[in-house]
T-cell receptor, first 116, second 109 residues
Framework: GAGVSQSPSNKVTEKGKDVELRCDPI?????LYWYRQRLGQGLEFLIY????????KSGLPSDRFSAERTGESVSTLTIQRTQQEDSAVYLC??????????????FGDGTRLSIL | KQEVTQIPAALSVPEGENLVLNCSFT??????LQWFRQDPGKGLTSLLL?????REQTSGRLNASLDKSSGRSTLYIAASQPGDSATYLC????????FGAGTRLTVKP
C-alpha cells in the first residue's frame, strides 16, 4: 500500500528487555515523526526527522529512548531496558515538506507495546 | 511551553445536528494547526491543516477556523452522521507538534 507502515502491530515483552519499532514512511516524504499515546491520554511528541537535518529529540522522555532514520527512508525507535510505564501505542507519521512548511501528516496504525 | 486544550472532552449529539469543537493554545507562534480524527485501534487521519497565514480551511462538511492571535481554533461539522463518531484531535506545530487531549464525539442515529 501507499500509506505509512508500522511493524510490529503488537509487541508484548518483559520488563527490562529492549524493543525496536519500525516505521516505513510514504515514499518521498522528507519529514518523519514518532509519537506515543498512553491509555486514556493525549498524544505525546517524541522525535522529528526532517531530511538530512539533525533530528528534534526534544520529546524523548529519557535516555532509554532513541531513534534513527537512514536518509528519507525507514526509521526505527528503540527503547532500552523497558519499564511498565513504556506501555503505550507508538505512532509514526510522515509528511512532505513544501515551501518551508510541513504538510499534513499521514499516520500509521501504530505499534501497541505492552510491558509485562 | 505550548499547551493545547480541547473542549469539550466528550460530546454526544443526535444525527443531523451541526456541532463545533474547540481548541485553544497558549503560544501563538505556530506554523500551522491541524485537526485529526482518530478511530479506535487506528492511527490518526488528517482532516484539515491551516497554515499560520490562513484563517480557515474547508473540506466537505468540515470547516476549521484559526484565530492565531487569540490562540483559538474551531472545527465545525455540518449535518453530523453516525460515521463521524470518533475522537477529534487538534495539534499545533512549530518545530514539534503539540496535541490536545481530544474530543470524543458520538453521533446517535
Amino acid at each position: 500500500g501507499a500509506g505509512v507502515s508500522q511493524s510490529p502491530s503488537n509487541k508484548v515483552t518483559e520488563k527490562g528487555k529492549d524493543v525496536e519499532l519500525r516505521c516505513d514512511p510514504i515514499s518521498g516524504h522528507t519529514a518523519l515523526y514518532w509519537y506515543r499515546q498512553r491509555l486514556g491520554q493525549g498524544l505525546e511528541f517524541l522525535i522529528y526527522f526532517q531530511g538530512n537535518s539533525a533530528p528534534d529529540k526534544s520529546g524523548l522522555p529519557s535516555d532509554r529512548f532513541s531513534a534513527e532514520r537512514t536518509g528519507e527512508s525507514v526509521s526505527t525507535l528503540t527503547i532500552q531496558r523497558t519499564q511498565q510505564e513504556d506501555s503505550a501505542v507508538y505512532l509514526c507519521a510522515s509528511s512532505p515538506y513544501v515551501g518551508g512548511h510541513n504538510q499534513p501528516q499521514h499516520f500509521g496504525d501504530g505499534t501497541r507495546l505492552s510491558i509485562l | 511551553k505550548q499547551e493545547v486544550t480541547q473542549i469539550p472532552a466528550a460530546l454526544s449529539v443526535p444525527e443531523g445536528e451541526n456541532l463545533v469543537l474547540n481548541c485553544s493554545f497558549t503560544d501563538s507562534a505556530i506554523y500551522n494547526l491541524q485537526w485529526f480524527r482518530q478511530d479506535p485501534g487506528k492511527g490518526l487521519t488528517s482532516l484539515l491543516l491551516i497554515q499560520s497565514s490562513q484563517r480557515e480551511q474547508t473540506s466537505g462538511r468540515l470547516n476549521a477556523s484559526l484565530d492565531k492571535s487569540s490562540g483559538r481554533s474551531t472545527l465545525y461539522i455540518a449535518a453530523s452522521q453516525p460515521g463521524d463518531s470518533a475522537t477529534y484531535l487538534c495539534a499545533v506545530s512549530r518545530n514539534d507538534m503539540r496535541f490536545g487531549a481530544g474530543t470524543r464525539l458520538t453521533v446517535k442515529p
